[in-house]
């Protein structure tokens, strides 16, 4: 018989929409400073794991974040200095 190896468990950073309320929280690409609380420091968008968003809350923060790069109002990577 094999042992068991003891697992610890990771635990996850969670922003939890930063504790608004899901029902009043709208995403525009003109708010650069609430779209980068979602984005990660190597410029990706943080998954619905971590942001505690809804499937719908996610996709419309996914278009709203690539409207806002495109505009160069957000960073597509991050800057190496």
Known sequence: MT???NRT?????VVKALRLNLQSLV???KEPDLLSHFVTEQGSIMPRKDTG???KLQRRLAKEVKRARHLALLPF???LN
């Open 77 to 79: 990577t991050q800057t």
């Open 53 to 55: 968003l809804t499937g």
């Open 3 to 5: 042992k068991r190896k």
């Open 9 to 13: 468990r990771r635990t996850r950073t």
């Open 27 to 29: 995403f525009s690409y």
